[in-house]
């Protein structure tokens, strides 16, 4: 079988996905080695039993709906490619403004930053890559995240970052930060998309909090207060149906400068705050806008 059939033959078996063409793609390049150019260049040629068996193997198991990203073993993410596995989320494309929200707030050249959650290290990683002069922490629950984000960081070279594992801040200690960010669990554990997509091979611990999903940004809110530098920013990723309640309980908490920024699909998807101690009630009102 040539590039050219093998890639028709995985397109039908992947029918199911909306990217159907592209998993097909990428799961060719994968076994080959190569890269998407070489399929368009040398459409005629063969390919080897032994990699016709192994495509043919990944091609069942994204049928089934396996993440693309679970089959390769890596996401690329920011400027550099991660390494995936199924202790923790998949980047995502839109988690990339979360970084680019941190990246424009007016943060001191040696600000000093916590990431709750980190899973692959992603938000971390890349503040990291473009303020490497800036103190990074960054920590998750689970130990199986913890090591995969330490083997990103030493992959990349970013020995600078710290990460370690905490139950959100409880192995934190004193320290305070001028900015905490964080993607938390925000999916309401009765959401049908659980049920559907990568969504289905991804642990629900990364992915569903109660409260409707605000039970996680709720507890951080409250708690970040003490973690904080004077007039630090906290910086969330959370649901688009969601902006709402977060302001709402950024602004109960005495946070202001109060800002929901939109995705690609002109959702609401990133809520920040700054919380400033001294700030009486009725000004951090009129700074929600």
């Not at 049928?63 to 990203?69: D, T, V």
């Not at 998949?90 to 403004?97: D, G, Q, Y």
């Not at 979360?98 to 707030?105: G, I, K, R, S, T």
């Not at 530098?229 to 902006?243: D, N, S």
Request: with cysteine.
């Amino acid at each position: 079988m040539n590039i050219n059939d093998a890639l028709q033959k995985g397109i039908a078996l992947c029918c199911g996905s909306e990217t159907a063409k592209l998993d097909a793609q990428l799961l060719l390049c994968h076994v080959l080695n190569v890269n998407r150019t070489f399929l368009y260049t040398w459409p005629e040629q063969t390919i080897s039993a032994s990699q016709l068996t192994d495509y043919q193997a990944l091609l069942q198991q994204r049928a089934q709906g396996k993440p693309i990203a679970h089959l390769l073993g890596y996401r690329d993410f920011w400027s550099f490619r991660l390494q995936v596995n199924d202790s923790t989320l998949i980047p995502r494309p839109e988690t990339e403004l979360l970084v680019e929200a941190c990246l424009a707030l007016p943060l001191p050249n040696n600000a000093v930053v916590l990431e709750l959650g980190t899973g692959t290290g992603a938000v971390a990683l890349a503040l990291s890559t473009e303020q490497p002069n800036w103190q990074l922490d960054a920590v998750d629950l689970q130990p199986q995240a913890v090591q995969l984000a330490m083997h990103n960081r030493n992959t990349l070279g970013l020995n600078q970052v710290n990460i370690f594992q905490s139950d959100w801040f409880s192995a934190v200690g004193e320290r305070t930060y001028h900015l905490i960010v964080s993607n938390p669990p925000y999916i309401d554990p009765d959401d049908p998309h659980l049920t559907q997509g990568d969504l289905r091979f991804e642990p629900r611990s990364a992915l569903v909090a109660k409260q409707q999903g605000l039970a996680a940004i709720q507890l951080i809110i409250q708690q970040a207060k003490q973690y904080l530098k004077a007039r630090g920013w906290l910086v969330f990723e959370h649901g688009f149906t969601q902006a709402e309640q977060v302001r709402k309980i950024f602004l109960a908490n005495g946070y202001s400068n109060i800002t929901t920024q939109q995705d690609y699909a002109k959702l609401d998807r990133i809520t920040y705050a700054q919380y400033i101690p001294q700030i009486n009630r009725f000004t951090a009102d009129n700074a929600v806008s």
